[in-house]
């Protein structure tokens, strides 16, 4: 999960990047793209909900976790059906398939969170929501590389 933080840092540097050169703006402009910042703008949320979620899994965070996941939804949600912002059709497919990630990982960090008390030979939490969140956090890399339109992303 190291490598995967330090993946997420880079991937932050590069949307940073990306939104402050302004380079981000004529990538997202391709077929079906919307060609505005609100592409990058939405690649850099995606990306900070997704390190805030390692973070807390990291952590062991499981109430962090939940409000975290929770916030993804509506995201992916808008993100995948086309409502908020005008993307790519591939973006809108690593959405959706972000969004069932999202939901699969939140029915099992609840099931953890309403176990907490009761499991004394389980593994340690960090553990857990790590192995929870894996495909979640992968399906979300996927999304912000197809929001900044397939830019090269350094890889630490």
């Given amino acids: 999960?190291?490598?995967?933080?330090?993946?997420?840092?880079?991937?932050?540097?590069?949307?940073?990047?990306?939104?402050?050169?302004?380079?981000?703006?004529?990538?997202?402009?391709?077929?079906?793209?919307?060609?505005s910042s609100s592409t990058t703008s939405a690649a850099a949320e995606v990306q900070g909900l997704r390190d805030r979620l390692s973070s807390r899994a990291d952590h062991g965070d499981v109430a962090g976790t939940q409000r975290t996941l929770g916030e993804l939804d509506p995201l992916l949600t808008d993100l995948a059906q086309g409502k908020r912002y005008t993307i790519q059709a591939g973006a809108r497919d690593s959405a959706a398939t972000a969004r069932q990630e999202n939901t699969k990982a939140r029915e099992g960090v609840d099931e953890l969170a309403a176990q907490l008390k009761s499991?004394?030979?389980?593994?340690?939490?960090?553990?857990?929501?790590?192995?929870?969140?894996?495909?979640?956090?992968?399906?979300?890399?996927?999304?912000?590389?197809?929001l900044l339109g397939g830019l090269p992303v350094p890889v630490g």
């Fill in 119 to 146: 499991r004394q030979s389980l593994p340690p939490v960090t553990t857990l929501l790590n192995a929870l969140l894996q495909r979640l956090l992968i399906s979300l890399s996927a999304l912000v590389n197809d």
């Fill in 1 to 35: 999960m190291k490598s995967a933080v330090a993946r997420a840092v880079m991937i932050l540097v590069t949307a940073t990047a990306v939104t402050l050169t302004g380079v981000g703006v004529a990538t997202a402009g391709g077929p079906g793209g919307s060609g």
